[in-house]
């Protein structure tokens, strides 16, 4: 079975400085997808960036990157020139052949002014 | 702009009490999906419905049924509410069963508490 592990429960970050938030994952299949969701005091869950595995070229959505490690099973989320409003829970999540996503425990980003 | 509507974003039942936490989504999607998320364990599948009528399991399916009559609506059923169902619901849905580059998209959750 698949499993999403995310091995930073809290992380924290001054604004304007750059944070990464690690994600390792474990399967044997060869396509599958991976994504970053965050989700704000607001509850709502929102997609920040999605990596497909058979694509080695990292995925870029503004200041979100992600370092995808197929090999390492390892898709960490960077954030650049972090903001106030990245405050949020963030879980990484793995979407494979069985068509459900698989999220990890999450990791809880504080941002201080 | 697309949405997943939960009827409900608190809701206080008492030990026993059957409960129905509605899902509404109004995007045509075939997909829809019934999420637990507790502090520390992220979130956790309850049930899966790929279609009217279909309903299949996820990770924690006891204790919970799920109901699906139209394609827009997905209910999920406690049928004997305990205090250890005492959690956040979030419900999801998705297109079609291949379009795995598209991730989910999630209603802003019910909060419930059993008493």
């Known amino acids: 079975a698949q499993t999403v592990t995310q091995s930073q429960p809290e992380m924290s970050v001054q604004e304007a400085e750059t944070v990464t938030l690690s994600c390792t994952y474990d399967t044997s299949e060869s396509d599958y997808y991976l994504f970053w969701y965050k989700q704000p005091p607001s509850r709502q869950m929102i997609l920040v960036i999605r990596q497909e595995a058979y694509k080695q070229q990292n995925a870029t959505e503004n200041r979100f990157s992600v370092n995808f490690q197929k090999a390492a099973k390892s898709f960490s989320l960077k954030i650049s020139d972090s903001q106030l409003g990245d405050a949020a829970m963030y879980f990484c999540?793995?979407?494979?052949?069985?068509?459900?996503?698989?999220f990890g425990k999450g990791t809880k980003l504080s941002v201080k002014p | 702009d697309v949405k997943v509507t939960q009827s409900s974003r608190y809701l206080v039942k008492r030990t026993g009490e059957k409960v129905f936490l509605e899902c509404v989504q109004d995007?045509?999607?075939?997909?829809m999906f019934w999420y637990r998320q507790d502090p520390g364990l992220g979130l956790r599948l309850i049930y899966f419905?790929?279609?009217?009528?279909?309903?299949e399991k996820g990770d924690i399916p006891e204790g919970y049924s799920v109901s699906r009559e139209k394609k827009e609506r997905f209910s999920l059923i406690l049928e004997s509410a305990s205090t250890n169902q005492t959690s956040m619901y979030l419900c999801a849905s998705h297109p079609r069963q291949g379009s795995k580059n598209y991730g989910y998209t999630f209603g802003s959750g019910t909060r419930l508490t059993v008493v």
């Open positions: 999540a793995y979407r494979g052949s069985q068509g459900n996503l698989i």
């Open positions: 419905s790929y279609d009217v009528k279909m309903k």
């Open positions: 995007m045509d999607h075939e997909n």
